[in-house]
RNA sequence: UGCCUCAUGGUGUAAUGGUAGCACAGCAGAUUCUGGAUCUGCUUGUCUAGGUUCGAGUCCUAGUGAGGCAGCCA
């Protein structure tokens, strides 16, 4: 039994939530429909898992249905290759969670044309969960309605082909001046955008406009773009177009499409929620319509977000690739063991607002460790060994002492480690020369062996070099927990596995990518890469890791928690590191 | 430059005109067969100046600072 999973998830709140809650209220939509949109042209990260969280969590906490949707309106930019990664890490995060909010559609389904209020409709909704055969919505499966639509705004007066090239067209609306063919008839326009849909023009020589105004002071509303020609083939409609809608005319479509009652995005979007409306409100739509609401994208500190970043680490090789653990894409933590409860207790705890801040890592790992030390099955692991030989044991004395599994979780229960006159222990748990306050083995000192006996230094061997060879010690017999002296105390307790037991472990010890809070505030973010990001040892393990599953979470006692890695094999196991554990001691021996 | 948005301890957030609270981080202590976990306590905050009000973090005005947008990207 899993404690952590137990325990109910809280209900967050904030202003969106606030919004959502009152429209519920005043029953504004029969049902909460949200939508999580990326565009196929990279691995999610952890702020879209911030995304993630908060468009399901609202499905969830609503009653209500969050559509996975590709938003693939731009066929030069995106690649099929992007939505298997972006499937899995939605239906991972989400699991347990919200899946049974998650809103997909029939595999090769496009939207209905129905009629509502006397007035032509296209709607496509979310089939029930568990229906077999299904896949994401994508944007591009509304080409055809798009197109319809634009063709309305056209016949409605409010949209017109315009023949300015793009350097001409940023100038004119830049100055606030008038297309030279904003005054075409509609026929004219109509005919024009026919032939730009036909192929008769080369790329960049024509688009279609929206009428709106040539010199609001928001530029977004200055007769946007919203058909651009591209001679392109789309990674999911073929050869079928060659003109492609652009964000503003297609997103705001897409949600109505959907039924989509809330669309929440991030700030750098507010000042297109004019144009988001207007499209809505200009196209006299018969269904109630979708509203935006923005807020501020997460900053995460000792780390970069850009997918163009991101893709400059995997293509120049600075990590291993999108999964590599050190990413903060979801599959790359995913990958370093950390559970999705924790990144989803994470946007929990960092809240939603508009205000662009930055946070701080460390909010990242507290919950991290939070949840892992709840699930975490403890097991005892030397990274790096040192011998120990208790010389008041026999050559072949062999004794299996019992372990507590997780002390979080009685449920977890017990096992056996084996015991013998040969150990491994930590060499950081040794020192001739004990600091201040170092209470862990030292020559003539005592310190306890976890889940067995204390021990006491008696010499320490050293080789030719000078390197210490071995440390011989006593062990005294009646302190285990259960014997006569198990009560004696002494002041450290240490991990140790049994040498001729312990098996072999590859461990990767992942530390953080940069070192420094904001490695792109200024100048090249790579000149501050962590050149010890990553380092590999091979560690001494109890032998029950020989069982470790890739599902199963562990905590070497008193380092850090680890899950095995995908490249893991029987016989070769290889562990990652997620998180280490706190070091107070750490904090002391630097002062 | 124009337009938009934001501003509460070191960081992230709450307080919806009525006692400025929570989490992380930090510090101190208790406890502990993990220097983990747990428990207790502590330090630190409403950007500035005016105004409205019995009362302002909250409303108004001005200023300051920060971010966003000004792609035929999303």
């Given at each position: 039994m899993n404690p952590s999973a137990e325990a109910p998830s809280p209900t967050p709140s904030d202003f969106i939530r606030d919004v959502v809650a009152a429209d519920v209220q005043a029953q504004r939509y029969p049902k909460i429909i949200t939508r999580f949109p990326p565009e196929p042209n990279g691995y999610l990260h952890i702020g879209h898992a911030k995304s993630i969280c908060l468009n399901f969590g609202i499905a969830r906490e609503f009653g209500g249905t969050c559509h996975l949707r590709m938003d693939d309106t731009n066929p030069t930019k995106e690649d099929v290759e992007y939505v298997d990664s972006i499937q899995a890490d939605v239906n991972w995060l989400i699991s347990g969670f919200a899946n049974d909010h998650l809103g997909l559609k029939p595999k090769g389904k496009k939207p209905e044309t129905q009629t509502v209020n006397g007035k032509t409709d296209f709607h496509l909704g979310a089939v029930p969960v568990g229906t077999p055969e299904v896949e994401p919505f994508y944007a591009s499966d509304y080409f055809d309605q798009i197109y319809q639509y634009a063709v309305a705004l056209i016949r409605l007066g409010k949209a017109y082909v315009c023949d300015m090239t793009p350097e001409q067209t940023d100038e004119y609306r830049r100055l606030g001046k008038a297309s030279p063919f904003r005054d075409r008839s509609i026929e004219e326009n109509l005919d024009l955008f026919e032939r730009m849909k036909a192929g008769e023009f080369a790329d960049g020589t024509h688009t279609l406009r929206a009428k709106i105004t040539v010199d609001a002071p928001n530029i977004w509303l200055r007769d946007p773009l919203i058909y651009r020609i591209r001679h392109a083939e789309h990674h999911h409609t073929g050869a079928k177009w060659c003109i492609y809608p652009m964000y503003d005319f297609a997103h705001c479509l897409e949600d109505y499409i959907e039924g989509i009652t809330h669309s929440i995005c991030t700030l750098e979007f507010e000042v297109h929620r004019p144009l988001y409306d207007w499209i809505l409100e200009a196209l006299e739509l018969p269904r109630p319509l979708p509203h935006q609401y923005e807020f501020a994208r997460l900053s995460l500190s000792y780390t970069v977000m850009s997918k163009r970043k991101l893709m400059q680490l995997v293509r120049e090789g600075y990590v291993s690739g999108w999964d590599d653990p050190r990413m903060p894409t979801i599959s790359g933590i995913r990958r370093r063991g950390v559970p999705a409860r924790a990144l989803r207790d994470f946007a929990y705890n960092i809240g939603i607002t508009k205000y662009d801040g930055l946070t701080e890592v460390g909010v990242l790992d507290h919950a991290i460790r939070d949840d892992l030390n709840h699930v975490a099955h403890r097991k005892l692991a030397v990274l790096r060994p040192i011998k120990v030989v208790l010389t008041n044991l026999d050559e072949n004395y062999a004794e299996e002492l019992d372990a507590v599994n997780n002390p979080e979780d009685p449920n977890a229960g017990t096992r056996k480690v084996p015991f013998t006159r040969e150990l491994y222990i930590e060499s950081e748990d040794f020192r001739e020369v004990p600091p201040p306050k170092y209470f862990r083995l030292r020559p003539g000192g005592e310190v306890r062996l976890k889940y067995g006996y204390i021990i006491k230094c008696e010499e320490v061997v050293k080789d030719a070099e000078g390197n210490i060879a071995e440390l011989r010690c006593t062990v005294d017999l009646t302190t285990k927990r259960g014997g006569p002296n198990e009560g004696r105390k002494v002041k450290g307790t240490i991990h140790w596995v049994s040498a001729k037991h312990a098996i072999d472990a590859e461990v990767r010890l992942y530390d953080r990518l940069f070192t420094v809070p904001e490695p792109d505030a200024e100048g090249d973010f790579k000149a501050h890469l962590n050149p010890n990001s990553l380092e590999v040892i091979t560690a001494k393990c109890e032998p029950?890791?020989?069982?470790?599953?890739?599902?199963e979470r562990y905590q070497f006692e008193r380092l850090a928690y680890f899950a095995l890695d995908k490249e893991s094999a029987p016989g070769k196991l290889v562990f990652n590191r997620t998180i280490t554990l706190k070091d107070t001691w750490a904090k002391e021996a630097k002062k």
């Amino acid at each position: 039994m899993n404690p952590s999973a137990e325990a109910p998830s809280p209900t967050p709140s904030d202003f969106i939530r606030d919004v959502v809650a009152a429209d519920v209220q005043a029953q504004r939509y029969p049902k909460i429909i949200t939508r999580f949109p990326p565009e196929p042209n990279g691995y999610l990260h952890i702020g879209h898992a911030k995304s993630i969280c908060l468009n399901f969590g609202i499905a969830r906490e609503f009653g209500g249905t969050c559509h996975l949707r590709m938003d693939d309106t731009n066929p030069t930019k995106e690649d099929v290759e992007y939505v298997d990664s972006i499937q899995a890490d939605v239906n991972w995060l989400i699991s347990g969670f919200a899946n049974d909010h998650l809103g997909l559609k029939p595999k090769g389904k496009k939207p209905e044309t129905q009629t509502v209020n006397g007035k032509t409709d296209f709607h496509l909704g979310a089939v029930p969960v568990g229906t077999p055969e299904v896949e994401p919505f994508y944007a591009s499966d509304y080409f055809d309605q798009i197109y319809q639509y634009a063709v309305a705004l056209i016949r409605l007066g409010k949209a017109y082909v315009c023949d300015m090239t793009p350097e001409q067209t940023d100038e004119y609306r830049r100055l606030g001046k008038a297309s030279p063919f904003r005054d075409r008839s509609i026929e004219e326009n109509l005919d024009l955008f026919e032939r730009m849909k036909a192929g008769e023009f080369a790329d960049g020589t024509h688009t279609l406009r929206a009428k709106i105004t040539v010199d609001a002071p928001n530029i977004w509303l200055r007769d946007p773009l919203i058909y651009r020609i591209r001679h392109a083939e789309h990674h999911h409609t073929g050869a079928k177009w060659c003109i492609y809608p652009m964000y503003d005319f297609a997103h705001c479509l897409e949600d109505y499409i959907e039924g989509i009652t809330h669309s929440i995005c991030t700030l750098e979007f507010e000042v297109h929620r004019p144009l988001y409306d207007w499209i809505l409100e200009a196209l006299e739509l018969p269904r109630p319509l979708p509203h935006q609401y923005e807020f501020a994208r997460l900053s995460l500190s000792y780390t970069v977000m850009s997918k163009r970043k991101l893709m400059q680490l995997v293509r120049e090789g600075y990590v291993s690739g999108w999964d590599d653990p050190r990413m903060p894409t979801i599959s790359g933590i995913r990958r370093r063991g950390v559970p999705a409860r924790a990144l989803r207790d994470f946007a929990y705890n960092i809240g939603i607002t508009k205000y662009d801040g930055l946070t701080e890592v460390g909010v990242l790992d507290h919950a991290i460790r939070d949840d892992l030390n709840h699930v975490a099955h403890r097991k005892l692991a030397v990274l790096r060994p040192i011998k120990v030989v208790l010389t008041n044991l026999d050559e072949n004395y062999a004794e299996e002492l019992d372990a507590v599994n997780n002390p979080e979780d009685p449920n977890a229960g017990t096992r056996k480690v084996p015991f013998t006159r040969e150990l491994y222990i930590e060499s950081e748990d040794f020192r001739e020369v004990p600091p201040p306050k170092y209470f862990r083995l030292r020559p003539g000192g005592e310190v306890r062996l976890k889940y067995g006996y204390i021990i006491k230094c008696e010499e320490v061997v050293k080789d030719a070099e000078g390197n210490i060879a071995e440390l011989r010690c006593t062990v005294d017999l009646t302190t285990k927990r259960g014997g006569p002296n198990e009560g004696r105390k002494v002041k450290g307790t240490i991990h140790w596995v049994s040498a001729k037991h312990a098996i072999d472990a590859e461990v990767r010890l992942y530390d953080r990518l940069f070192t420094v809070p904001e490695p792109d505030a200024e100048g090249d973010f790579k000149a501050h890469l962590n050149p010890n990001s990553l380092e590999v040892i091979t560690a001494k393990c109890e032998p029950s890791l020989a069982q470790a599953t890739p599902e199963e979470r562990y905590q070497f006692e008193r380092l850090a928690y680890f899950a095995l890695d995908k490249e893991s094999a029987p016989g070769k196991l290889v562990f990652n590191r997620t998180i280490t554990l706190k070091d107070t001691w750490a904090k002391e021996a630097k002062k």
